[in-house]
């Protein structure tokens, strides 16, 4: 069964995957989400305009901190954080990668 959307956004998605392994590169970032290289740099530009993230030059390379206490935007999601976010899906991945 195959579906043409998903309840999280491809900016929850990058959240996620920067949160887990903050040295990510924007490729390997893009094929994990399914995106083009070039939409992964603006989603990135995007979360770190928005306070979410903050990228560090290392080498190289880039690393990414995740900030868990900035509020997602959305009205209906007023008080909850990206924290809660991380936190409810990251649960529910360890459950279902201990289960398989």
């Known amino acids: 069964m195959s579906t043409s ?17 903050a040295d990510l590169r924007l490729r390997d970032l893009a094929t ?22 903050t990228r560090q030059r ?7 901190t995740v900030h868990p206490g900035v509020p997602l935007r959305h009205p209906l999601e007023q008080g909850s954080t990206i924290g809660d976010l991380l936190d409810a899906v990251t649960a529910d991945l360890g459950r279902v990668r201990s289960a398989g």
């Open 5 to 21: 959307w998903t309840f999280l956004t491809n900016h929850a998605h990058v959240l996620l995957l920067l949160n887990e392994d």
């Open 32 to 53: 994990a989400v399914g995106i083009t290289e070039r939409a992964a740099q603006r989603i990135v530009s995007e979360l770190i305009e928005g306070g979410y993230l």
């Open 58 to 64: 290392v080498g190289r390379r880039n690393s990414y």
